[in-house]
């Protein structure tokens, strides 16, 4: 029998704890099947009109280390067996009456449904947007009207979680106006 409603919401809730941001690999691949869940979670993650005007990129880090690190040159960076690019095709997207277009809202939204999936299965994963966009666009060979939005290495954790600070909801959280 599964889990009910409540316990549910806690495994959840017990998930998005545990998570966190992996900067210490070990070598160990990442097996096909485990790839393929945590693939299949970011597409089946929602977007606008059901538009899914994301792609992913992934890269084995073996022999590319180089080209990677052009990236971002963080040596963890490539540590894990595989690095992936959440990008972004703007011209694929549902666009707002007042033009905005969530082509990187639904690729933000598939990432962090990657990435929840990837730490379900024991993965570790990274955020990383603070990289150097016109690299990420030539050693990808990245097309006209494709945009990176964030990388992630993945695999196996080699490190420990530290504390999360986050603000209290009471910060966070309005009701009915600002």
């Given at each position: 029998m599964g889990l009910g409603q409540g316990e549910q919401i806690a495994a959840f809730v017990d998930l998005v704890t545990s998570r966190y941001s992996v900067r210490r690999y070990g070598g160990e691949a990442v097996d096909e099947a485990t790839l393929n869940q945590v693939l299949e979670a970011a597409r089946l993650a929602p977007t606008a009109a059901n538009r899914q005007p994301f792609r992913l990129i992934l890269v084995h880090t073996a022999g590319r280390e180089s080209d990677l690190k052009r990236i971002y040159g963080r040596d963890w960076f490539v540590q894990a067996p595989l690095v992936v690019c959440m990008c972004a095709v703007p011209g694929q997207a549902w666009v707002r009456r007042d033009g905005l277009n969530y082509a990187v809202v639904d690729a933000a939204i598939a990432m962090?449904?990657?990435?929840?999936a990837a730490a379900s299965a024991g993965l570790g994963t990274c955020w990383?947007?603070?990289?150097?966009?016109?690299?990420a666009r030539e050693v990808l060979r990245l097309p006209e009207g494709v945009e990176p939005i964030a990388f992630t290495p993945l695999g196996y954790p080699a490190d420990r979680p530290a504390a999360k600070v986050r603000k209290p909801l009471t910060e966070l959280v309005h009701w009915e106006t600002w």
């Open positions: 962090d449904h990657l990435i929840l990383v947007a603070a990289f150097d966009v016109a690299a």
